[in-house]
């Protein structure tokens, strides 16, 4: 366990408890070992959220924006926590090499399917990359739904759906298999937020 990860969760979640307060509907569905968890992103808050819903017992490896670790404090900080850049629109090979290296240790990885903050309800297009990962692993999916509209001194409901495994031919899956495993993706993580 990453200590550093472990005291910054204890710090946020004391902040958090007061400002945001977090009902997390769900939690006995993160498996033990690796699992690719993904969820709908609206807000620079979301990272936090999510580490503060799994606990320091489950930590996570986020995929974040290449440019953030060039930023001095915020840099390090992210390094120290375990997560590692992505540069955005390319087929960044060194990022997807980091995640195999983190699934195959039995550890999970946290990644943002559409690829960006979408405001509000509304949903874009996902990006292929969890789905490429999973079924080359073999290493499940595990959707989750945060609140688009976060309120303040109320309860936000994170809602951690079950783990599964995509449906492929096999681990060398062609472009259309991974599109449509990560369209069913994304309907899986809208899906739980109607459940609320």
């Known amino acids: 366990m990453n200590r550093f990860y472990s005291l910054a969760l204890g710090i946020l979640n004391a902040t958090f408890r007061l400002i945001y307060p977090l009902k997390i509907i769900g939690r006995e569905n993160i498996p033990e070992g690796a699992v690719l968890v993904c969820a709908n992103h609206s807000s620079y808050a979301d990272p936090v959220m999510i580490a503060l819903a799994f606990t320091s017992k489950h ?68 990006k292929s990359g969890a789905a490429m990962l999973s079924i080359r692993t073999g290493i499940p999916l595990l959707p989750v739904h945060l609140p688009a509209k976060r309120r303040l001194f109320h309860h936000n409901v994170i ?38």
């Open 159 to 196: 809602v951690i759906g079950e783990a599964y495994h995509p449906q492929a031919a096999n681990r060398k899956a062609t472009a259309e298999e991974y599109r449509a495993v990560a369209d069913d993706l994304l309907q899986r993580i809208t899906a739980l937020g109607k459940e609320i």
């Open 59 to 126: 930590q996570l490896h986020f995929m974040a924006k290449a440019d953030l670790f060039d930023k001095p404090v915020l840099g390090g900080i992210l390094r120290v926590a375990g997560s590692f850049g992505v540069h955005r629109g390319t087929a960044d090979a060194s990022a997807i090499k980091q995640a195999m290296k983190y699934l195959k240790n039995g550890e999970k990885v946290m990644m943002f399917p559409e690829g960006r903050r979408i405001r509000g309800e509304d949903a874009a297009a996902a």
